[in-house]
């Protein structure tokens, strides 16, 4: 007989916000099926003096199913990324050691996603951080609109799956815009299949950008074109991430030069690194951007949300918590894995 007790959460300093948002709705669906709530798991993280840090799982686990929660993007305590990745790593050997049943692992943003195939002789990456987590004896990756699918291929012994953001994203969209005269825009050709999804959700035109990058010189766009017609209409831009914000305040540009009207952009990953947040301002003040729709699976501070006009976070976490919860029972999670509920 299962209890709640054959469940443990926890997270490293980066997840502890989302971690604690699952919980909440974790221990709903525990209760609706008479099963005992739980607590996170009492864990301790350190960072020496030289950076090294150090992860310790500070009860028994042993014999349980383990879920670690880790937001590699939340630099907001002085953490790098690379920190993040490291404390995650470090806290999945911990719980290894501990004996536990099984290591499923939770992030949302997926580290190195954007290094998923060769150049030159650069290595993939996003590869060689699945390789870690499979010599450290993860069972289960639980991430959020994974940047290109044929990362799932980079594991040979984990179960990967990938939650969609569309599944809350549209609904926010349904409710809270005006769709009479949108249409549905990505910012780039790779992003063409997630609009897609908008658009014929929606039952609007899918317009596309065609953008080329440098790669010489970092966070470069070289060449920006429309294709389809967005004079006169609303554009919704949609995207897996926003990161320095290059592309999106080049592809709004883009989109106000052809004669776009209202124009509002939609991802699951907001990670507003450099000088995104001056760009989406400065996008706002002018009356470029009317709105960002993003989740809470990428942690910002209280503060930015509330002072933020153009930010609206949608929480995500009771969606996880659902897939964790049908993970632990034994439940089937495919209709959770569909862009809309069956
Ligand atoms: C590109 O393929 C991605 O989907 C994003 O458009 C891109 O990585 C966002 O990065 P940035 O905001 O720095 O342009």
Not at 68 to 90: E, R
Not at 132 to 147: M, R
Not at 211 to 240: A, H, P, W
Request: charged share 25%.
């Amino acid at each position: 007989m299962l209890n709640g007790n054959g469940i443990c959460l926890m997270s490293c300093k980066g997840g502890e916000y989302f971690a604690n948002k699952i919980l909440f709705h974790l221990n709903t669906f525990l209760e609706k099926k008479d099963l005992d709530k739980i607590k996170l798991t009492k864990t301790s993280e350190i960072q020496f003096k030289n950076t090294e840090i150090k992860s310790n799982v500070l009860e028994s686990i042993r014999g349980k199913d383990a879920y670690i929660v880790q937001d590699v993007t939340n630099t907001s305590f002085g953490y790098s990324v690379n920190d993040n990745v490291m404390a995650l790593k470090t806290l999945i050997d911990s719980a290894r050691i501990s004996d536990v049943k099984r290591i499923n692992v939770v992030i949302p943003a997926y580290p190195y996603a954007r290094q998923d195939k060769p150049f030159g002789r650069e290595g993939i990456t996003a590869k060689l951080f699945a390789k870690e987590l499979e010599a450290l004896g993860v069972n289960t990756v639980i991430t959020l609109d994974i940047h290109n699918l044929a990362i799932a291929g980079f594991f040979d012994k984990c179960v990967f799956e990938n939650l969609k953001g569309f599944r809350d994203l549209i609904k926010y969209v349904k409710k809270e815009i005006d769709i009479t005269n949108l249409v549905v825009s990505s910012p780039d050709i790779g992003g063409l299949k997630r609009a897609e999804s908008f658009a014929s959700e929606l039952k609007v035109n899918l317009v596309s950008i065609y953008k080329e990058r440098s790669y010489v010189k970092l966070d470069c766009i070289t060449k920006m074109f429309v294709i389809g017609d967005v004079k006169n209409k609303d554009v919704l831009l949609v995207d897996d991430m926003v990161d320095t914000g290059g592309t999106l305040y080049n592809a709004i540009k883009t989109l106000k030069e052809k004669g776009a009207k209202n124009i509002y952009f939609a991802c699951s990953l907001p990670f507003f690194n450099g000088e995104c947040i001056n760009r989406l301002n400065k996008l706002y003040d002018n009356k470029i951007l009317t709105k960002v729709i993003t989740t809470n699976a990428v942690y910002h501070k209280q503060d930015f949300i509330e002072n933020t006009p153009w930010f609206n976070q949608i929480d995500v976490s009771d969606y996880f918590a659902k897939v964790i919860f049908n993970m632990h029972i034994g439940k089937s999670i495919s209709s959770l894995l569909q862009e809309i509920d069956n």
